[in-house]
């Protein structure tokens, strides 16, 4: 057996691994495959040996799967039972494909490993390459494509109709029971590929898809919870034997997470059969490198005649060239779909921004220290809905306020396309587009036969509430309207990652609406505390009152621990608010509580029967600003009915 080696690393070494790790990122954020297929190969050019490469690119992917299966289980695309189940037979697949490579690297040295490495890349690229190159050039074609089955094949029905006492698992992605007989070999395979060349969704994907009966999405989603455990154990089971070299991992994983946002961004900007042309071309290219590498192995092991030192020295050369330009290919297409990207999005903005009619002037505010400052507009509506049920309810009021208020309506859609979509999942796309402008066009629908103005948006991302956020700003929306998963778990402690962001980044006010929430315009309940910020969350509500004939408690909150002049200072505040409003003609009455702010501001709202909180906002970011306990976050949380988060911009 070889003596266990890790490479040299100086500082002109890790500078090309942390590019590596650069552009490897960048093919994981445009093509969704990870990026790891290139990354094993790139580190065995650098003079890895192949166990070592593989056991530090699963140690520098499993935490990033992580991130990612969060991410994409807040939109609802995750199966996490699924994932634990099959992770766990996937963890099994690690440890054989572990031993495996031991037993070879013990019998045969690092030349047996590498060779054995090599081999796999050679078959599998060959095979998934050759697939995504074959719909890439249908697409083209317009030809259409089989990537996702539009119903169930014979396969997947079978499977769901198979049942075996004591071994049935009821899944409620699909609301299907299957046998955890059927997943274990599925699992037991993708692990053992991972262990192999540190890349497993190239058969879990498509196995989910296929056999299981999964849409792609919610497939490739599933997938990284799949890839996180299988990582995570199968790092631990290569560290224990010294396999792992941790300076790899940490500096690839370093120059990825820069790489990953360049990638993700530029995809957003191309055809899906572009992406699909530039996965194929550098699986392909890679496989090209890795074939000129086998002979050097063969002959180092005596299977055929050693080569010549030089002769081997030029196949190598030859295949760490063609890397390193398959390398560069990736980067250049990339960098050019992201610039021409960003000019077609500013020439957009500017057309849109000419198009859009001209803001009114905002009326100047009054000398007097009592008047409160310029009213808000209601005359462009910006709603996000998913299809779901929670975001039915945001739909419906929005279309319901636009009737009252006469404002047109902007309602989007995201086809996410996260990041680590592994291999032929980035295949069903245009399928999911479909589905998404299928809700889209439902809704215009809807809005039309009320006689509202209408307009749909189907955008590609990966981070909703950044898409929100962007259109908003583009189409000059008044105010974003969202809808609220349940309270329950997790969800109760955190309001949402998108929503909270949303709140924190958005530079219009935003509404929020619960599933059950109806906005009638019985009764609203406006928190103020004397800011300018309160101020302007006074001015939406005396107009939204206005709108709906609805009645107003304005109410601000102390505490024990505020004294005497704290309490006038709220007085003050609530009766400024109340003049001006009864000065608008508006049925209002102020109170001033002692108390916990959110408890008592919801609180108010029961007792009124209200169907709307108002309160105002600082605009800090996200999870700075929703996330840190603010009165905001936890009146969003706690109670059941609407709430408008006025923002000053």
């Known amino acids: 057996m070889d003596t266990l080696q890790f490479i040299d690393i100086n500082a002109t070494t890790a500078l090309i691994l942390f590019l590596v790790g650069f552009v490897g990122g960048m093919v994981s954020g445009f093509i969704g495959s990870g990026g790891a297929f290139v990354l094993t190969p790139a580190m065995m050019s650098l003079g890895v ?25 807040r939109y609802g695309q995750v199966d996490i039972k699924l994932g634990l189940v099959m992770g766990v037979f996937a963890e099994a697949g690690v440890f054989f494909g572990k031993g495996l490579m031991v037993d070879i690297r013990d019998a045969l040295g690092g030349a047996g490993t590498n060779l054995y490495v090599s081999a796999v890349f050679v078959v599998v690229l060959g095979i998934v390459g050759g697939f995504v ?43 299907a029971r299957i046998s955890f007989l059927v997943i274990a070999p599925l699992g037991f395979a993708t692990g053992l590929l991972a262990a192999t060349i540190a890349v497993g969704g190239f058969i879990g994907v498509p196995a989910m898809i296929y056999i299981l009966g999964l849409p792609a999405l919610m497939a490739s989603a599933t997938e990284l919870v799949i890839a996180f455990v299988m990582g995570m154990g199968g790092s631990l089971f290569y ?8 300076r790899l991992a940490m500096i690839i994983l370093a120059g990825s997470l820069f790489g990953i946002q360049i990638g993700a961004i530029g995809t957003t900007y191309v055809k899906d059969h572009v992406v699909k042309f530039v996965m194929a071309t550098i699986m392909l290219l890679v496989l090209v490198s890795r074939f000129f590498y086998i002979p050097g192995y063969l002959g180092e092991l005596g299977f055929t005649a050693e080569l010549a030192p030089d002769t081997r020295s030029l196949l190598d050369g030859i295949g760490q060239g063609i890397l390193a330009f398959a390398l560069l290919f990736g980067a250049v297409m990339i960098l050019k779909a992201l610039v021409q990207g960003i000019r077609e999005h500013r020439l957009a903005t500017e057309a849109a921004a000419a198009a859009a009619p001209a803001a009114p002037t905002a009326a100047p505010a009054a000398a007097e220290a ?19 049920e929670f975001s039915a309810a ?61 307009h749909t948006h189907a955008i590609h991302g990966r981070a909703v509430d950044e898409e929100i956020v962007a259109l908003a700003d583009q189409v000059q929306a008044d105010l974003i309207i969202m809808g609220r998963r349940g309270r329950r778990g997790l969800a109760r402690l955190m309001l949402g990652h998108a929503t909270a962001q949303v709140i924190g980044q958005a530079h219009c006010s935003v509404l929020v609406v619960p599933r059950a929430a109806h906005i009638e315009g019985r009764h609203l309940v406006l928190a103020t505390d004397g800011s300018r910020y309160a101020d302007a969350a006074a001015v939406t509500t005396a107009r939204l009152a206005q709108f709906c004939g609805a009645r107003v408690s304005v109410v601000s909150v102390t505490t024990p621990s505020h004294g005497p002049e704290r309490r006038a200072e709220a007085q003050q505040a609530v009766d400024r608010v109340v003049e001006h409003m009864r000065n608008e003609g508006t049925e209002v009455e102020g109170l001033v509580q002692e108390g916990v702010p959110s408890e008592v501001i919801t609180g108010l709202a029961r007792e009124r029967n209200a169907d709307l909180i108002v309160t105002g906002s600082q605009g800090r970011s996200g999870l700075e600003r929703v996330l840190i306990g603010s009165v905001s976050e936890r009146i969003l949380n706690e109670t059941p009915c609407a709430v408008l988060v006025v923002k000053t911009g």
């Open 49 to 73: 040996p192949g166990v070592i490469a593989v056991a530090s690119n699963m140690a520098h992917k499993f935490p990033k799967s992580l991130v990612g299966a969060i991410k994409r289980n």
């Open 133 to 175: 190159l074959r719909d890439a050039i249908r697409e083209k074609r317009g030809e259409a494509t089989q990537s996702e089955p539009k119903q169930l094949n014979k396969v997947a029905r079978w499977v769901r109709t198979l049942n075996i006492p004591g071994t049935m698992i009821h899944f409620k992605s699909i609301d």
């Open 394 to 454: 945001a739909v419906r009021e929005a279309l319901g306020m636009a009737t009252k208020c006469g404002a047109e309506v902007h309602v989007m859609s995201l086809v996410a396309t996260g990041a680590e979509h592994e291999a032929l999942g980035e295949s069903i796309l245009k399928q999911e587009l479909e589905a998404v402008q299928s809700n889209l066009d439902r809704i215009k629908a809807e809005a039309e036969a009320a006689g509202i103005r209408c």
């Open 239 to 246: 560290a224990l034997d010294g396999f792992v070299d941790i």
């Open 370 to 388: 009592g008047q409160l400052s310029p009213l808000g507009r209601f005359e462009r509506f910006l709603v996000a809905s998913d299809g779901s």
